[in-house]
């Protein structure tokens, strides 16, 4: 491989890493505005991978609208509830959760609610409560709590996390009912900010304990768990040690919930069947059973990335089963360097391969890199439940796409100038050289050149199908006159910068200093000429006569020397009529641009005192076609 060829690579390859390392960066430090996609992304996934079946052993005993309609509206009396609870147990059930809470005396009396308490007393029964998070909340000193004894184990590095919610208050039981139960847990499970509910705490602090959530306590209840602790492995992860089980948590004791379906995926039941006796035999023989309402005006719904109106207490039969299955969703304690990873990988691959194999190669490498992708993750996902996400890997592979695609185009396009530039002859490469210096000094000028180029061309052309003028323009003269045409300007390399750049009106000093620019173009041409020791050149000498004469007049009022009719040179005459049509219709740095119309009616009326009459006439019988020309924004010498 030569040098040259590896200064292009080296140089496309720098280019495409920059983008992902940005890329890299925002996998790392998860810039909020990306967050939301990032989680519409894991909830396409969730519903594209396959699940396993809900956990037999959870039931959900609704009060539903039949209920409602066959015992009378809601709520119920709380000996009523209590005879449920009584029958659900005689049934069998393992464990009994509620998830209704009794913060209030029951209108029928106190009598009610020691019924209700002498059914829990019975034992197997876990009472709901809510957790309030805000300022002006506090913990009642009548609340009866179940606090559990958590040792929270750090990282060994010494850092201390402080790894769950804190909350401020509770919303609890009456504490007739709160004493009358051996366990308890709490209801809250908050929506992410897009309103999704994809994970649920499965622990919380309260004035220095720590309390387990309905789920978690109904499941320990079940299953007779004796330990519990949670290891905190950085910021954004730990895990909870429920006996031998270990339960992933995000860092603030979030379980990500692993949903089984849409609503209504769990065994319900009706509470009016269970009371009537109308359940299946061993329907509720050792069961999970949650309590809760689904009944119109009394059902608390959310959105889940399965379902808009999925039932709060169906959240709850959701968090036992990913327990008492062990079949959890989590990201890796070190999710961020791991997304961070991949996106650098992928995206300096494609770099890599970009640079040596151009782009159809970095094409072909991103497609397979990012379906690789999406297909690994979604099949992490489905067989470990470990979610990766392949957002940040994707935002790396397009961006190195588009960065090779746009280095590429512009490697290329740089070659294929050179390559023009080189079969130039040298007199084109003067004359370029010597254009450059009207565009480093005012961009709109070089525009305005180049436009000239393709007028003149067309104007000459046209005047030459004239006798008087066939034997002056020849088609070598013609396309000489084109290629000098952008030349006309030159001059104003010497013009200062406040006349040249100046917007509007020109003070007489100032229009007499842009009045030396033919003079100084001259002088140009003739070092230029000097210095190459060329002499009686016909390119020279038509190169002078177009930025000497281009602002002659036909009646002599013109400068800089007052030239007068055929007096002024052919090649001066045509550049006079190309250089106003384009400066009146396309540059607006002095003053408003015309539309095309009023630009020829402006000619057209100095015709004979302007202008040569024999270049007008010629002019108008090409004039729409300056006006397609006028219409090309950034039109280039060919």
């Given at each position: 491989m030569s040098r040259a060829q590896a200064v292009p690579r080296r140089l496309i390859f720098a280019c495409c890493a920059l983008p992902v390392v940005i890329a890299t960066a925002l996998a790392l430090f998860r810039p909020a505005w990306l967050t939301r996609l990032d989680q519409s992304i894991y909830d396409v996934m969730l519903r594209t991978v396959d699940t396993k079946a809900p956990d037999p052993r959870v039931v959900i005993i609704d009060v539903d609208d039949r209920s409602l309609s066959t015992i009378g509206q809601w709520p119920w009396r709380r000996d009523l509830l209590a005879q449920l609870i009584a029958r659900v147990r005689s049934e069998g059930a393992s464990v009994v959760a509620l998830d209704i809470m009794f913060a209030e005396t029951d209108r029928a009396g106190e009598e009610s609610d020691a019924a209700l308490a002498d059914a829990l007393r019975g034992g197997r029964v876990v009472l709901g409560y809510g957790l309030m998070f805000d300022e002006a909340s506090r913990a009642s000193s009548t609340c009866v709590l179940h606090p559990v004894g958590l040792a929270i184990v750090q990282p060994p590095d010494g850092t201390t996390y402080e790894p769950l919610f804190?909350?401020?208050?509770a919303v609890c039981n009456l504490p007739m009912l709160g004493d009358a139960v051996a366990s308890s847990g709490f209801l809250n499970a908050a929506p992410d900010a897009d309103g999704i509910l994809r994970r649920a705490p499965l622990l919380a602090k309260l004035d220095g304990r720590v309390y387990e959530s309905l789920a978690l306590a109904s499941v320990s209840a079940a299953t007779g768990v004796h330990d519990i602790a949670l290891r905190v492995a950085n910021v954004n992860a730990s895990a909870v040690s429920v006996d031998e089980r270990i339960v992933p948590v995000?860092?603030?004791?979030?379980?990500?919930?692993?949903?089984?379906?849409?609503?209504?995926?769990?065994?319900?039941?009706?509470?009016?069947?269970?009371?009537?006796?109308?359940?299946?035999?061993?329907?509720?023989?050792?069961?999970?059973?949650?309590?809760?309402?689904?009944?119109?005006?009394?059902?608390?719904?959310?959105?889940?990335?399965?379902?808009?109106?999925?039932?709060?207490?169906?959240?709850?039969?959701?968090?036992?089963?990913n327990l008492l299955q062990g079949d959890f969703i989590f990201r890796s304690p070190h999710g961020a360097a791991l997304d961070g990873l991949a996106t650098l990988v992928v995206g300096l691959t494609i770099a890599l391969v970009g640079a040596f194999a151009g782009v159809s190669g970095g094409l072909a490498t991103a497609a397979?890199?990012?379906?690789?992708?999406?297909?690994?993750?979604?099949?992490?996902?489905?067989?470990?439940?470990?979610?990766?996400s392949p957002l940040f890997a994707t935002l790396g592979a397009a961006a190195s796409v588009t960065a090779l695609t746009l280095v590429r185009f512009m490697v290329e396009r740089r070659r294929a100038n050179k390559a023009g530039r080189e079969k130039t002859a040298a007199q084109r490469l003067m004359i370029q050289a010597l254009l450059s210096l009207t565009e480093t000094r005012d961009a709109e000028t070089g525009r305005h050149s180049r436009r000239t180029q393709q007028y003149a061309r067309l104007l000459a052309e046209r005047l030459a199908t004239r006798p008087a003028f066939r034997a002056?323009?020849?088609?070598?003269?013609?396309?000489?006159?084109?290629?000098?045409?952008?030349?006309?300007?030159?001059?104003?390399?010497?013009?200062?910068?406040?006349?040249?750049?100046?917007?509007?009106?020109?003070?007489?000093?100032?229009?007499?200093?842009?009045?030396?620019?033919?003079?100084?173009?001259?002088?140009?041409?003739?070092?230029?000429?000097?210095?190459?020791?060329?002499?009686?050149?016909?390119?020279?000498?038509?190169?002078?006569?177009?930025?000497?004469?281009?602002?002659?007049?036909?009646?002599?009022?013109?400068?800089?020397?007052?030239?007068?009719?055929e007096a002024i040179p052919l090649a001066g005459r045509v550049m006079a009529v190309v250089d106003?049509?384009?400066?009146?219709?396309?540059?607006?740095?002095?003053?408003?641009?015309?539309?095309?119309?009023?630009?020829?009616?402006?000619?057209?009326?100095?015709?004979?005192?302007?202008?040569?009459?024999?270049v007008v006439d010629a002019f108008l019988d090409v004039a729409d076609r300056f006006k397609i020309i006028s219409e090309e924004p950034g039109t280039e010498a060919a």
């Open positions: 804190r909350a401020t208050g995000d860092g603030q004791g979030n379980l990500l919930l692993r949903y089984r379906g849409k609503k209504r995926t769990f065994p319900y039941l009706s509470a009016a069947d269970v009371l009537q006796q109308r359940t299946a035999a061993g329907a509720l023989r050792d069961k999970v059973v949650f309590i809760g309402t689904t009944a119109l005006g009394t059902r608390e719904v959310v959105a889940t990335p399965l379902d808009t109106l999925f039932a709060g207490v169906e959240v709850q039969a959701t968090v036992a089963d397979a890199a990012v379906a690789t992708m999406w297909w690994g993750t979604t099949r992490l996902l489905a067989v470990t439940g470990l979610f990766v002056a323009l020849t088609p070598e003269r013609i396309d000489l006159l084109s290629t000098l045409a952008p030349l006309h300007d030159i001059g104003k390399v010497g013009v200062p910068d406040q006349v040249l750049n100046k917007p509007g009106a020109l003070t007489p000093e100032e229009l007499a200093e842009m009045r030396k620019h033919p003079t100084l173009g001259r002088q140009v041409i003739l070092r230029a000429q000097s210095q190459l020791g060329v002499k009686d050149d016909d390119t020279l000498e038509m190169a002078k006569d177009i930025v000497y004469t281009h602002h002659e007049r036909w009646d002599g009022a013109g400068y800089p020397q007052g030239l007068v009719r106003v049509y384009d400066a009146v219709r396309a540059r607006s740095l002095y003053k408003t641009t015309m539309s095309h119309t009023d630009t020829v009616a402006f000619i057209v009326k100095e015709r004979g005192t302007h202008f040569d009459p024999d």
